[in-house]
């Protein structure tokens, strides 16, 4: 048996990053992505309320008694039920919504409140837009949909006083370039060979 088969959920994707304390929710942003490399990983985020996730994610901190951060990949469903698709026990790009670092730290280390995402516009990594988004604009004939993306999304990277960030872009991108051609893979492969495991011989 060495599948693991999953029934297709058809609806909207919304991911969950959460961190819990103890069972209690610390810090939760919940939010779809509307552009991504290839079929995988979003390269624009936009955040969502939405209360039947918030409540679902709730539901599985109690009832583990979580402490950390976790992740979700979720689906609505038409009729609104919220399934769980995937759980990742990590960060992912839901912390970009937070920005006020004590307030984070009081929250998810110390005795403050649950914290609530301080950014509402959209955040995108630009260079990933360039790389991945306006080829699948091209393709699809949905350009004005990219220009709209780039106008209106702010650069996740670009924090207030330091400019490393935005300029660390660069030998990231020319190490996974320099992957993806010794190893004769695509620069999409490259970027998560170190992070994903899909089995013997399926990596």
């Known amino acids: 048996m060495p599948w693991v088969a999953q029934q297709f959920i058809e609806g909207e994707e919304i991911s969950a990053y959460a961190v819990a304390r103890q069972g209690t929710l610390k810090a939760l942003a919940l939010y779809r992505s509307p552009h991504r ?3 995988g990983a979003g390269i624009f985020f936009e955040r969502v309320e939405d209360m039947a996730a918030r409540a679902l994610v709730e539901r599985i901190v109690a009832g583990t008694g979580w402490t950390g951060q976790i992740s979700f990949d ?3 469903e038409p009729g609104g039920r919220v399934l769980p698709l995937e759980c990742n026990p990590r960060a992912v790009s839901g ?3 937070f920005r006020d670092p004590a307030r984070f730290a009081d929250a998810v280390l110390g005795d403050g409140p649950e ?3 301080e950014v509402a ?5 630009r260079l990933a837009m360039w790389i991945y988004g306006l080829p699948a604009a091209l393709r699809s004939g949905e ?5 709209r993306a780039m106008r209106e999304g702010e650069e996740l990277l ?3 006083g330091d400019s490393a960030p935005v300029k660390a872009q660069w030998p990231a991108l020319a190490e996974i370039a320099g992957v993806a051609l010794r190893e ?6 490259a970027s998560t060979r170190d992070i994903e495991w899909n089995g013997p011989g399926l990596g």
């Not at 516009?121 to 990594?125: D, E, M």
């Not at 350009?143 to 220009?147: H, N, T, Y």
């Open 143 to 147: 350009l004005g949909r990219f220009r």
């Open 37 to 39: 490399a290839g079929k």
């Open 184 to 189: 004769r893979i695509s620069l999409q492969a």
């Open 115 to 117: 914290v609530a995402p």
């Open 95 to 97: 912390l970009h919504f």
């Open 158 to 160: 670009d924090w207030p």
């Open 121 to 125: 516009a959209p955040q995108t990594a």
């Open 74 to 76: 979720l689906m609505r």
